[in-house]
């Protein structure tokens, strides 16, 4: 059974930094491409950024790039999302979703992960 495990949400000021972790279990982790989604109250899930499963190649939402760094530890089986210079709108619940690689990767697109954490809290204070 899979299983996904966000942890290093909080509380922070505008400005400052948080390392999202997503512990994975239950599967072979370097199969797998991997991304982050958020929720913030009355919107929709959206992506933030993916990588695929080797590292090699990694995917960005506008509204983060420059600002948050995706990377994974295939030894480890857990991937992280360094977040700087947040935001009063990077506010959310942070989900992170697992996907087998195949040959075509939708990165940004919910519904093609078949895996979900239970997401971790973000809150960024201005």
């Known amino acids: 059974q899979v299983q996904l495990v966000e942890s290093g949400g909080g509380l922070v000021q505008a400005g400052g930094s948080l390392r999202l972790s997503c512990a994975a279990s239950g599967l072979t982790f370097s199969y797998y491409n991997m991304g982050w989604f958020r929720q913030a109250p009355g919107n929709e899930r959206e992506f933030v950024a993916a990588?695929?499963?080797?590292?090699?190649?990694?995917y960005y939402a506008d509204s983060v790039k420059g600002r948050f760094t995706i990377s994974r530890d295939n030894a480890k089986n857990t991937m992280y999302l360094q977040m700087n210079s947040l935001k009063p709108e990077d506010t959310a619940v942070y989900y992170c979703a697992a996907r087998a690689r195949d040959a075509r990767f939708d990165y940004s697109r919910a519904p093609i992960y078949t895996s979900w954490g239970q997401g971790t809290q973000v809150t960024v204070s201005s």
């Open positions: 990588i695929v499963w080797s590292g090699g190649s990694v």
